[in-house]
């Protein structure tokens, strides 16, 4: 099982990013996808997640209102659209699965992404 974290870069603050999660395997839509991501000098925070259904989503409170998780199962790709950027969601972002739920415990993650750098300044 693999994921390919990609969207990253630098924007402005007030700015637009999409990030993306693809997946390798066959089995995509077993899987919960998360979002969790880690600024410097600070523990990894969970940022979202979809059910492997997409019918339920989560997300921190830091980001409720400007972030949209989504997935598209032909294309096994989770996207986190990041709209109203803020210096503070400065941090390498990384995807993660596990089966069917999201949950809450970054422990409860089998599989993880490489990650992708966000960085928000003008």
């Known amino acids: 099982l693999q994921l390919q974290a990609s969207g990253g870069g630098l924007v402005q603050p007030g700015g637009s990013l999409r990030l993306s999660c693809a997946a390798s395997f066959l089995s995509f839509n077993n899987y919960a996808i998360a979002w969790f991501r880690q600024a410097p000098g600070k523990e990894r925070e969970g940022v979202s997640c979809?059910?492997?259904?997409?019918?339920?989503?989560y997300y921190g409170d830091s980001v409720k209102g400007r972030f949209t998780i989504s997935r598209d199962s032909a294309k096994k790709t989770v996207y986190l659209q990041m709209n109203s950027l803020k210096p503070e969601d400065t941090a390498v972002y990384y995807c993660a699965s596990r089966a069917f739920r999201c949950s809450g415990t970054r422990s409860a993650y089998n599989y993880w992404g490489q990650g992708t750098q966000v960085t928000v300044s003008s």
């Open positions: 979809i059910s492997n259904s997409g019918g339920i989503s």
